[in-house]
């Protein structure tokens, strides 16, 4: 069975502060894919990005980058230089290839910047 | 291009009522999700489709629950003899494919509240 923890429930930082919000995953399979979504106060979630387990190079876009380690069964969030914009829900998914289309969610860690 | 739409936006009804809650998919996306979304929680697997066909309804809580896509586009998601803990976001995802590595982009979801 596939699962997804997010520990952190929520976190606080002041603005420009760097800010990593932890996902841990469970899986039988060998090959899955790893999501992050925000979910922004409007509550639509929105699309962060996607890692393939076969492909564990960590990626940096902009101020936001992702550390994926098989290893542990993680795939963390950075973001550097926090802004009061980023405040929103985060949530990190788990897809398996064995059972395509169903995607389980962590129950999300809610990120509060302030100015 | 439009994303995905979820009509309505909110929906308030009497405990014992039938509702219908609606979705459209991203056009050309040909895998369409719907989760529930409780306070405080993460997206919850509710049913997918690949065209006009249900692949997985293995999320839907009780035969009190049912969606079709009878042309493969949009989706109905209906709720009979409704219970006061239906009440949460429902959420709709589509996908170009319904391969796990595809990201679903979600709609802005519908608020359904039984009173």
């Known amino acids: 069975a596939q699962k997804v923890t997010q520990a952190q429930t929520e976190i606080s930082v002041v603005e420009k502060e760097d800010v990593t919000l932890d996902c841990v995953y469970e899986?039988?399979?060998?090959?899955?894919?790893l999501f992050w979504y925000k979910q922004p106060p409007s509550g639509e979630l929105v699309f962060l990005i996607r890692?393939?387990?076969?492909?564990?190079q960590n990626e940096i876009s902009g101020r936001y980058s992702w550390n994926f380690q098989k290893s542990t069964s993680s795939f963390n969030f950075t973001i550097t230089a926090s802004q009061v914009v980023d405040s929103a829900v985060y949530f990190c998914?788990?897809?398996?290839?064995?059972?395509?289309?169903?995607?389980?969610f962590g129950d999300g860690t809610t990120l509060t910047v302030k100015p | 291009g439009a994303g995905v739409s979820q009509t309505p936006s909110n929906k308030v009804t009497e405990k014992g009522k039938y509702v219908e809650l609606r979705c459209d998919p991203i056009s050309g996306h040909t895998a369409l999700y719907w989760y529930r979304q409780s306070l405080g929680q993460g997206p919850e697997f509710l049913i997918y489709f690949q065209g006009t066909g249900a692949a997985d309804d293995s999320g839907l809580p009780n035969d009190r629950f049912f969606a079709v896509r009878p042309e493969g586009s949009v989706s109905t998601l209906k709720i009979q003899r409704t219970e006061r803990g239906d009440s949460a976001v429902y959420l709709c995802?589509?996908?170009?494919?319904?391969?796990?590595?595809?990201?679903?982009?979600f709609g802005p979801g519908t608020r359904l509240t039984v009173l």
């Open positions: 998914a788990l897809s398996e290839n064995t059972n395509a289309g169903k995607s389980t």
């Open positions: 899986t039988r399979d060998t090959t899955y894919y």
């Open positions: 995802a589509s996908s170009l494919t319904s391969g796990g590595r595809d990201t679903q982009y």
């Open positions: 890692r393939n387990s076969f492909d564990e």
